[in-house]
């Protein structure tokens, strides 16, 4: 490892740490400014249980105690039991509801960097022609097009109209993946599509591809080569991001197809007050769009060695 290499690892890491830090400061005092609290849905609860209920989870101590003990649970991961799910510990609620997100985001997220680059590749060495036409006016509707409206067209034509899918995961087998992760892959997908082929469109008219050809190299092998590999930067550094995003689950997705994933336990949270969870979910989100950031600034660097860690 060089020394570059190493003093771009530590700045990224301190500014990673700043980053962390800052997230749960503001998602701290925003929820101090929401109106409501954990308990006020439970219309049976006295005063006297309710001043008891806020004592024991220290929410009647000064903000920036509990700030303090915030941040703290923050680096440690430890946040308690749940406001809402009583004996149920944070970390438990929040990790059981990712192994399902992460299963259907890594397949989404695999499915949408495979056939996003194959698309954006066959379109770009086809400019103008039918495929690339399709290509294009099918990626600009996945892109301009909300999830929830995707998510809703796709339950009702698979699962209400031709019922060949379930209509929710609730109801278990292979088959119940297929929707949620098809919507979730939609988007990325169109994204790396359009991102892939406008770089190898790019890559495709500069001094080196026209040399290799010259050379007499198959297109195939000019095209795998020299094309594909400086292209695809790109994208790596929008999939890391991405990738992050996907699985930490979507509120959206979660709750049109009933899926137990972390965008549905985040929206139970925040319905319910359910401070520890919140920051939890706050805490894993932004820890892993901060590491896989990272991540895919340094394979940005391995696939361009061009580029500079300064």
């Given at each position: 490892?060089?020394?570059?290499?190493?003093?771009?690892?530590?700045?990224?890491?301190?500014?990673?740490?700043?980053?962390?830090?800052?997230?749960?400061?503001?998602?701290?005092?925003?929820?101090?400014?929401?109106?409501?609290?954990?308990?006020?849905?439970?219309?049976?609860?006295?005063?006297?249980?309710?001043?008891?209920?806020?004592?024991?989870?220290?929410?009647?101590?000064?903000?920036?105690?509990?700030?303090?003990?915030?941040?703290?649970?923050?680096?440690?991961?430890?946040?308690?039991?749940?406001?809402?799910?009583?004996?149920?510990?944070?970390?438990?609620?929040?990790?059981?509801?990712?192994?399902?997100?992460?299963?259907?985001?890594?397949?989404?997220?695999?499915?949408?960097?495979?056939?996003?680059?194959?698309?954006?590749?066959?379109?770009?060495?086809?400019?103008?022609?039918?495929?690339?036409?399709?290509?294009?006016?099918?990626?600009?509707?996945?892109?301009?097009?909300?999830?929830?409206?995707?998510?809703?067209?796709?339950?009702?034509?698979?699962?209400?109209?031709?019922?060949?899918?379930?209509?929710?995961?609730?109801?278990?087998?292979?088959?119940?993946?297929?929707?949620?992760?098809?919507?979730?892959?939609?988007?990325?997908?169109?994204?790396?599509?359009?991102l892939v082929r406008?770089?190898?469109?790019?890559?495709?008219?500069?001094?080196?591809?026209?040399?290799?050809?010259?050379?007499?190299?198959?297109?195939?092998?000019?095209?795998?080569?020299?094309?594909?590999?400086?292209?695809?930067?790109?994208?790596?550094?929008?999939?890391?991001?991405?990738?992050?995003?996907?699985?930490?689950?979507?509120?959206?997705?979660?709750?049109?197809?009933?899926?137990?994933?972390?965008?549905?336990?985040?929206?139970?949270?925040?319905?319910?007050?359910?401070?520890?969870?919140?920051?939890?979910?706050t805490c894993l989100?932004?820890?892993?769009?901060?590491?896989?950031?990272?991540?895919?600034?340094?394979?940005?660097k391995v696939a361009?060695?061009?580029?500079?860690?300064?």
């Amino acid at each position: 490892m060089s020394v570059k290499f190493l003093k771009y690892v530590s700045k990224r890491l301190l500014l990673g740490i700043f980053t962390f830090i800052l997230v749960v400061t503001i998602t701290f005092w925003v929820m101090q400014m929401v109106p409501g609290g954990p308990w006020l849905s439970e219309k049976s609860l006295s005063p006297e249980v309710i001043a008891q209920r806020t004592a024991m989870y220290g929410l009647d101590k000064p903000l920036f105690i509990q700030y303090l003990s915030y941040i703290g649970k923050a680096f440690t991961f430890n946040f308690g039991e749940s406001l809402k799910f009583n004996g149920q510990l944070v970390t438990d609620r929040i990790f059981n509801a990712f192994k399902v997100s992460l299963l259907l985001g890594v397949i989404a997220a695999a499915i949408a960097l495979v056939f996003g680059t194959l698309f954006g590749t066959y379109a770009a060495t086809h400019q103008n022609k039918l495929f690339d036409r399709v290509i294009m006016f099918i990626t600009t509707a996945s892109v301009a097009m909300p999830t929830f409206v995707i998510s809703l067209i796709l339950l009702y034509l698979f699962a209400v109209t031709w019922k060949i899918l379930p209509t929710s995961f609730a109801s278990g087998g292979a088959a119940a993946y297929v929707l949620p992760i098809f919507a979730e892959a939609l988007y990325p997908t169109a994204y790396i599509t359009r991102l892939v082929r406008s770089s190898t469109l790019d890559v495709v008219g500069q001094d080196y591809m026209r040399t290799a050809k010259a050379k007499g190299l198959a297109p195939s092998k000019i095209l795998m080569k020299h094309g594909v590999r400086n292209s695809i930067t790109p994208v790596i550094t929008y999939f890391g991001p991405m990738f992050a995003f996907i699985i930490t689950g979507s509120l959206v997705i979660d709750q049109v197809f009933q899926i137990p994933g972390s965008g549905r336990v985040f929206q139970q949270a925040i319905n319910g007050r359910d401070y520890p969870v919140i920051m939890g979910m706050t805490c894993l989100l932004s820890l892993i769009l901060i590491v896989l950031t990272l991540v895919s600034d340094i394979l940005y660097k391995v696939a361009n060695p061009r580029v500079d860690f300064d």
